[in-house]
């Protein structure tokens, strides 16, 4: 499962009534990329940083989700898998929260970014398990395709102000490394289709992505994501019932590929998230600064 949209881990929580205000600049090392008050995004610099994540990531998706884990999983109550190691790991971090035994500020808020030039040399992008990827990324071979997955955050920090940053963080490395197209697989918390028939069946008809940017789901793992017909969808209904970030994603521009993937050991139902940069909405391209310039250190 590519944790990268997942309503359990994602789902926003009310910001307490604190205003907003976007990322300042800040003068500090290459690894940063943006700040709003105490709370820093950043990339990993070293190995204990991604441990950092992974303890996190274990809390998220295994104490206190539905995740299953197996014995090293346990023993270890980290969440780690072989990608780690060639991945990018954006962090959030609390410098106002009480420090760690090591005297660390803890991390509240993790993504785990893959490049399409590093993952073409170390087994291909993480969501190829579940979809057709290498036939989507063939046909626009002239482009840069950056992998977006295994993202949470805890509860207490589930706001927008945290989300906005870690967007920003997400900007600022995509616009550093000239990417063209993110993708991801976004996940419908449960593993029973029919249940999810509503959710499912609105991306199918409203949010299937053109010929030209679909990908599908392998075959031996392919779940039919048409369970309804489109006129008997009811459209708000389907809105309320779909994780927050899913359809934050779609608000930017963000289209669903053909085909959903049960993952047992997730509790989830997967489905491919394709955004083509070129097709973010212009306010959104203004919103977080065309060259990253408002959160770029």
């Not at 700040?35 to 990339?43: F, Q, T, W, Y």
């Not at 197996?70 to 971090?93: E, G, P, Q, S, Y």
């Not at 035994?101 to 785990?112: A, D, E, I, K, L």
């Not at 993202?151 to 490395?173: A, D, F, N, Q």
Request: aromatic share 8%; with cysteine; glycine share 8%.
């Amino acid at each position: 499962m590519q944790q990268w949209l997942t309503p359990q881990a994602l789902r926003l929580a009310p910001s307490a009534g604190l205003p907003f205000r976007p990322p300042q600049r800040i003068a500090a090392p290459e690894l940063s990329l943006g700040r709003i008050g105490p709370l820093e995004v950043r990339l990993a610099a070293k190995s204990s940083d991604i441990k950092r994540a992974q303890k996190l990531r274990y809390k998220v998706f295994y104490r206190d989700g539905d995740a299953i884990a197996d014995a090293a999983t346990l023993l270890a109550r980290r969440d780690k898998d072989a990608f780690d190691k060639v991945c990018d790991h954006l962090l959030v971090v609390d410098h106002a929260a009480k420090p760690s035994m090591r005297g660390r500020q803890p991390v509240v808020g993790t993504y785990r970014l893959l490049r399409q030039d590093i993952a073409e040399t170390r087994g291909g992008f993480y969501s190829e398990n579940e979809f057709d990827i290498a036939t989507l990324t063939d046909r626009h071979a002239q482009l840069r395709f950056l992998e977006l997955g295994r993202s949470c955050v805890l509860p207490p920090y589930r706001t927008k102000r945290t989300m906005e940053l870690l967007w920003h963080g997400i900007w600022s490395y995509v616009r550093r490394h000239r990417m063209d197209v993110m993708i991801g697989c976004a996940s419908l918390q449960g593993t029973d289709p029919d249940r999810l028939a509503l959710q499912l069946s609105f991306l199918h008809h409203f949010a299937r992505a053109p010929q030209a940017w679909r990908a599908s789901a392998h075959g031996s793992r392919y779940v039919e994501m048409n369970r309804m017909a489109k006129e008997a969808i009811d459209a708000k209904a389907a809105l309320r019932e779909l994780p927050p970030l899913i359809k934050g994603y779609l608000r930017v521009g963000a289209v669903i590929g053909d085909g959903a993937v049960i993952d047992h050991q997730f509790g989830t139902i997967d489905v491919l998230v394709v955004m083509p940069v070129s097709a973010i909405a212009d306010r959104y391209i203004e919103h977080f600064g065309g060259n990253a310039g408002r959160h770029v250190v």
